[in-house]
């Protein structure tokens, strides 16, 4: 009985050897595929090295250690329109947020110079950053009005047009969308977009008072400027002259 079960043992043995063992052609798949493997991983498919900013953490706030202590820092120019129309959009957006990190460090070392009281060196370079932001501001909005313009023909950037309210006043008024038709539409007609024939006498009332108003501020200039010259007649001598 355990010869029986020892030769039925080694035919099943021998059985599972046989499926599991791969046929020629099957092994010439797998030495190509083996070898296709061992050559991508040979190959980098990543960086050796990858190098990025080192993080400061808190310190990017404040500025250079450097700067700490020192009564001037030396700094550049703010950018004219003329560097920044010469740039583009992607170069533009990068800038803005490298100002937007250089002013908030700049605004916390100002704070920080208050809490110590003492003086911040060199406050002028908050306002050149500032300008340099505002620069940036109004070439991208000359940017965007010019396209607009060309796709559009408006020159706005929401649609609107003049109109008067109920007191004869000429207003801008942007158009906006609703979702039902303006004669059905309650809160529109309230606001009266028309003005009365009645308040044309109140408008030129109005009208009347404005100059009048502009006359007066004209003649206290003038006896501002006469009380000056006959308080320093050498002043308005230099001044003919």
Partial sequence: MAAGAGRGLARLCGRLTESLSLSPANRTKFRTF???????LQTPQCR???????????????????NWGESTVKS???WSREQL????????????????????????TEQESKRQRVQMPSLERL???????????????EREG???????????????????????QTFWHKHTQWPIPWYLNKKYRKRRYYTPTFVNHFI???????????????????????LQEEKFPRLSESAKN
């Fill in 204 to 226: 030129r009332l109005r009208l009347e008072q404005d100059l009048r108003e502009k006359n007066r501020e004209k003649k206290r200039a003038q006896e501002k400027q006469k």
């Fill in 34 to 40: 083996r070898q296709n493997v061992l050559e991508s």
């Fill in 76 to 78: 550049g120019a703010p």
């Fill in 48 to 66: 050796a090295l990858h190098t990025s900013h080192s993080h400061k953490a808190l310190h990017e706030f404040f500025d250079d250690p450097k």
């Fill in 127 to 141: 306002k050149k950053v500032e300008r340099s932001m505002s620069r940036i501001d109004l070439i991208v909005d």
């Fill in 85 to 108: 129309r010469l740039k583009s959009n992607e170069d533009l957006h990068k800038l803005w947020y490298v100002l937007l990190k250089e002013k908030n460090m700049l605004l916390t």
């Fill in 146 to 168: 010019a396209l607009r313009l060309l796709q559009t023909g408006q020159e706005q950037s929401v649609p609107g047009s003049w109109r008067k309210n109920i007191f004869g």
